[in-house]
């Protein structure tokens, strides 16, 4: 599988922003599905994941109520809608799957948040 993130950009703080990711192949089938975030000087961090088996959506605190993950399985395309973007939102975000068969990661796109 194969992700290519793209739609980040640069954006005012209470504004929103929506960057995808497509695959490949199919993500239908993926165990885990979703993105992460690394801002300048500190590790990456999971913001959102959808996991198969249970079904269950999972948000980092920071995030909850202003992000929600998404995906089209006919598209083979997931999305993460970011709304009331502040400035410490400002990150590389990176796509991420797991299937029976390994881990995948997206190239990364940066999402920038002026104050």
């Known amino acids: 599988v194969q992700l290519q993130a793209y739609g980040g950009g640069l954006v005012q703080a209470g504004e929103s922003l929506r960057v995808s990711c497509a695959g490949s192949?199919?993500?239908?089938?993926?165990?885990?599905r979703g993105w992460y975030r690394q801002a300048p000087g500190k590790q990456r961090e999971l913001v959102a994941d959808?996991?198969?088996?249970?079904?269950?959506?999972t948000y980092a605190d920071s995030v909850k109520g202003r992000f929600t993950l998404s995906s089209d399985n006919t598209k083979k395309t997931m999305y993460l809608q970011m709304n009331n973007l502040k400035p410490e939102d400002t990150a590389v975000y990176y796509c991420?799957?797991?299937?029976?068969?390994?881990?995948?990661w997206g190239q990364g796109t940066l999402v920038t948040v002026s104050s």
């Open positions: 959808w996991v198969g088996p249970t079904g269950r959506t």
């Open positions: 991420h799957v797991r299937t029976f068969n390994g881990a995948y």
């Open positions: 192949g199919s993500i239908s089938g993926a165990l885990v």
